[in-house]
């Protein structure tokens, strides 16, 4: 039997494939992924599927939004199983690029979004977000969706590209998917395979720092230290080493004094040496708050 999925390592091939596609007047999607997949990637493959004719998924650690010491040489790759798994959902196309295929030592040019990364992971990881907008400008290029997925976990990330593709004019819709959880809460990430049985079991006390502090919006708080104080003692009871904590402004992602208009409650720490981040956005007005997705009305063209 001939495999329904199409695969590639090469940039070139898969900008051929796709433009057939789209001479054939279907529509396209994309996730792109650093592989390890889990729920959280497939629910983002489920939407592009449920929303476009054609779903392309590329798999690449990219080596440019890795920091120094950070762990590039062990991020999870499973190949094989990733393959697999998107192959039994009906993806179409599978784009494996190789490093040496989508950098060379001639490249000179860099992308950058000023301000949306002053803060949280941004801040905690410099270079991290050139690095993620340089190669998520060049898968879109390369591929040139009308669709892009991305989940709600990376939500900084998630705001960052949406920037970029309205002010660079990329003619692709955003979409984001929710945070797909653990059933204990934890929010998945290919990371999580990193953790001892111990730690794993303390993991979901940051969410359950997160939801604490959005309980306590929900019941009226909006003074962000108040805030942070609760997320962080969540934290301190799993024995997480925090990070950062933050309050910020779901569109600016500036901190913000008190909880007001879309919230986003940011908290990353270690949990033994595994790097971990969750996070929770709340709409908050005068008529209460409650739980929302981050959306960008009116930041693209595309979007309409
Ligand atoms: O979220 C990720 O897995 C990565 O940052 C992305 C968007 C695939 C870019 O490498």
Avoid at 135 to 147: E, G, Q, S
């Amino acid at each position: 039997m001939t495999p329904r999925m199409k695969k590639t390592t090469s940039p070139a091939e898969a900008g051929q494939i796709l433009s057939a596609v789209r001479r054939k007047g279907l529509s396209t999607g994309f996730v792109p992924t650093m592989g390890g997949l889990h729920e959280g990637h497939l629910s983002l493959v489920r939407m592009s599927l449920a929303r476009s004719d054609y779903t392309v998924v590329s798999i690449f650690v990219n080596p440019k939004q890795f920091g120094e010491g950070e762990d590039f040489d062990r991020y999870p790759r499973a190949a094989e199983r990733d393959s697999e798994l998107l192959e039994e959902l009906g993806c179409d196309l599978l784009f494996v690029p190789a490093a040496g295929s989508l950098y060379s030592d001639a490249d000179r040019t860099s992308v950058s979004v000023s301000s949306l990364g002053d803060h949280l992971c941004g801040a905690a990881r410099p270079g991290h977000f050139d690095g993620v907008l340089l190669v998520v400008a060049k898968l879109l290029n390369i591929t040139r969706p009308d669709h892009a997925f991305f989940g709600q976990k990376d939500a900084q990330q998630a705001v960052i590209i949406q920037r970029m593709a309205a002010d660079l004019d990329f003619p692709v819709r955003i979409f984001l998917g929710p945070t797909v959880r653990e059933e204990d809460g934890l929010a998945m990430s290919s990371r999580n395979r990193y953790l001892s049985a111990a730690e794993r079991a303390a993991a979901p006390k940051m969410r359950a720092g997160l939801l604490a502090a959005a309980e306590a919006i929900e019941k009226g708080e909006r003074d962000a230290s108040a805030l942070k104080k609760i997320v962080i003692a969540g934290m301190a009871a799993g024995g997480f080493e925090i990070d950062y904590v933050e309050v910020v402004d779901g569109r600016t992602m500036q901190p913000i004094a008190e909880a007001s208009g879309t919230v986003l409650l940011a908290a990353a720490g270690k949990m033994g040496s595994t790097r971990m981040i969750d996070n929770i956005a709340m709409k908050v007005g005068p008529e209460g708050a409650g739980e929302t997705l981050l959306e960008f009305p009116g930041w693209s063209r595309y979007e309409r």
